[in-house]
């Protein structure tokens, strides 16, 4: 079969089963398939086409997948033709225009084709890391899309940061922005790295996270950097950057680093990625840094979008969302609860902690504000109140969470056992600790649960643990 019947015969089954029909590069990367060793690589069909070889691949994976889904067979660039001429076989000319019976739909998880390797390591990644995909946002379309510009803009800086207060979203919004758009950007890694974990090396090179050790230092992120990305390092510390950077340059990856400000030594980083500095130079990839410090401050090049709080209609919408099941929200007019949207200024964080307040007392909104003294951090009212509210099963279980690093999901066994709660009290202790919004869940169909709090609660529970 040459390769025009192919394009035509693939094209109407497209077109019968309603499905997109092949783009300019689609049809590129099949023609060049098509030649078999002579083909040219995804890397020189990205130089003929202005493209780096990462929006190939990302693209060449996509339409595997979409050929796999076709054909019923996994698709990849070294079987695509003996797969077509099978199918075209199979479903006979005569046929060609018949719907395929999507019985035949292959599951796209078991594709085991490099370029899916490599696509599928940024969300497990995300899920390894993350709670990625666990809450609903509000507010975020126009910030997102302005992030998602730079991130696809490949000649431009390569530092991008997210600033803003504490519980503003940055990281949420840094979650959504790698899921949804890090691998249509060409990115095929992802590291993802929380400045607020701890770590030590082990004799045999080995990263450990380690609860008693208050900082991080660059060299030991830049080793777990190194591990996430499967780039070896040498074994001398001042290598570690040359080696790291050899690495980056040759491909797109994507390092996102967790609130930077809590690095002590985070200038030191910044220096080491200074885009002002060709030396540093790390096209085509990218860091983008969460911080609740702007980094532009210290001079730094980087593409940085300070968050404000989310506006008015998407405070009211979230609240609304929250507060399904308050009759006092469902009741209320937008004017009454305006006065969150003041109070909270559109942080998010300090949003769910006022629903809380709802959930709590049966005074008026204006009434259950009189609580709340006048040199008091709002967050510190907050939080006292929602805790104050909590059962002691559900304390414990907060309690114990600040055992382990900030930011580290904890799997549920590791918080059920040491809490000596059965089953069914350890559930509840949870499901309370969720309502209150005091707790984040990582679910997966396959593996344990994993439990967060956020940094601003368990910077507030330490301080609390330590005063007493
Ligand atoms: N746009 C949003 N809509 C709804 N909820 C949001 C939004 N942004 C963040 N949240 C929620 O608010 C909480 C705080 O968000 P997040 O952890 O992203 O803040 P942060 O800016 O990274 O804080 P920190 O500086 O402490 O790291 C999270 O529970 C998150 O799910
Ligand atoms: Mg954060």
Request: proline content about 3%; some cysteine.
């Amino acid at each position: 079969m040459d390769i025009n019947a192919a394009l035509d015969f693939i094209s109407s089954q497209l077109m019968a089963k309603k499905l997109k029909t092949l783009s300019t590069l689609e049809t590129t990367i099949l023609k060049e398939a098509w030649k078999g060793k002579d083909g040219k690589s995804y890397d020189e069909i990205g130089n003929s086409e202005y493209l780096d070889g990462g929006s190939v691949k990302t693209a060449a994976y996509k339409l595997w997948q979409r050929l796999s889904n076709l054909c019923g067979e996994k698709v990849n660039r070294d079987n695509v033709q003996a797969v077509v001429e099978r199918y075209y076989n199979k479903i006979g000319l005569a046929e060609a225009t018949v719907p395929i019976n999507s019985s035949l739909t292959v599951n796209i998880e078991t594709i085991d084709s490099e370029d899916h390797r490599e696509c599928h390591q940024i969300e497990i990644t995300l899920r390894e890391k993350t709670n990625w995909e666990q809450k609903k946002l509000f507010g975020i379309n126009t910030i997102l899309e302005q992030l998602r510009d730079h991130l696809q803009t490949r000649d431009d800086y390569w530092l991008m940061s997210i600033t803003g207060a504490g519980g503003i979203g940055k990281t949420s919004l840094t979650e959504k922005l790698v899921g949804e758009y890090a691998a249509d950007a060409g990115f095929f890694k992802l590291a993802w790295t929380m400045a607020k974990r701890t770590y030590y090396l082990e004799p045999n090179m080995s990263v450990k996270k380690d609860n008693n050790k208050k900082d991080i230092n660059t060299d030991y992120m830049i080793y777990d950097i190194a591990s996430q990305l499967d780039i070896n390092l040498p074994p001398a510390n001042q290598d570690y950057f040359l080696a790291l950077q050899r690495k980056l340059t040759s491909e797109p990856y994507l390092i996102v680093i967790d609130n930077l400000e809590t690095l002590p030594e985070y200038q030191k980083l910044l220096a080491r990625f200074n885009p002002f500095d060709p030396m540093c130079n790390i096209r085509p990839s990218k860091v983008i840094f969460t911080s609740r410090k702007d980094l532009k401050a210290n001079n730094c090049a980087v593409r940085e979008i300070k968050l404000p709080g989310i506006d008015k209609s998407a405070t009211l919408e979230m609240i609304r969302h929250q507060g399904q099941e308050l009759d006092i929200v469902k009741q209320a007019l937008d004017e009454e609860l305006e006065p969150i949207y003041q109070k909270t200024e559109g942080n998010p964080l300090m949003i769910s902690l006022v629903m809380n307040l709802l959930r709590i007392y049966d005074d008026p909104l204006l009434k259950i504000f009189e609580r709340f003294e006048q040199d008091q951090d709002i967050q510190e009212f907050l939080y006292e109140e929602s805790l104050n509210s909590l059962s002691d099963n559900a304390l414990l279980i907060l309690n114990l969470m600040i055992k382990y690093a900030a930011g580290y999901l904890i799997p549920s066994s590791d918080l059920q056992k040491p809490s000596g709660l059965n089953n069914d009290e350890f559930r509840q202790a949870i499901t309370e600790c969720s309502q209150f919004n005091l707790l984040d869940s990582s679910r997966s169909l396959k593996d344990e649960s994993r439990y967060s709090i956020h940094s601003l609660l368990y910077e507030f529970l330490r301080r609390i643990q330590d005063e007493h």
